[in-house]
């Protein structure tokens, strides 16, 4: 995960204060919890879809000035390249299935074809940015983005094939 590898670098600092949780030279709090959104606001997925989830403004505002900005810097690059990366491998093997940018909104709700339903709080999603996929059948999950390819085939894997993709769309 992106925040735990920003984590163990910070636990990694050589300037650090045994047990004060401040560098030595007075450094932000090395460990931020992720703020509440500011909105309540939801979204209903009633498809098949990757959902990219964003912070809001205000979450990104309470995360960096709360941190170094070094610090702050470098996990904002990691997950901009680790969404990056994610949307290419979509677009280049995955371009069948509908992809949502989520941003402003708290709730993700996803109605599957039985009408049942899921709703996912992103206030009680640990990261800040994400991707969960949802095929309409079974509950929504949450992809590790370094492993997207994986977790793409393993959750669509009755999906793969040419004719199960245009199946998969017709429903």
């Not at 996803?110 to 940015?129: A, E, G, Q, T």
Request: aromatic share 10%; hydrophobic share 35%.
């Amino acid at each position: 995960m992106p925040l735990a590898a920003a984590l163990l670098l910070l636990a990694c600092d050589s300037h650090r204060d045994a047990g004060s949780g401040r560098s030595s030279r007075g450094a932000k709090p090395r460990h931020v919890e992720k703020p509440p959104a500011r909105c309540q606001d939801s979204i209903r997925i009633t498809e098949s879809a990757a959902v990219f989830f964003y912070p809001d403004s205000g979450q990104l505002e309470t995360v960096k000035n709360s941190l170094d900005t070094n610090i702050y810097k470098a996990i904002m690059h990691d997950y901009y390249y680790q969404m990056r990366n994610a949307g290419n491998v979509l677009r280049q093997s995955w371009s069948w299935l509908r992809t949502i940018i989520v941003k402003d909104r708290r709730y993700l709700l996803f109605v599957k074809r039985d009408s049942s339903r899921k709703c996912i709080d992103l206030d009680k999603v640990k990261d800040l940015y994400g991707l969960c996929l949802f095929d309409g059948k079974k509950d929504p999950v949450f992809v590790d983005l370094p492993n997207v390819n994986t977790a793409l085939n393993f959750y669509f894997r009755e999906s793969t094939t040419p004719q199960k993709k245009a199946q998969h769309l017709k429903k």
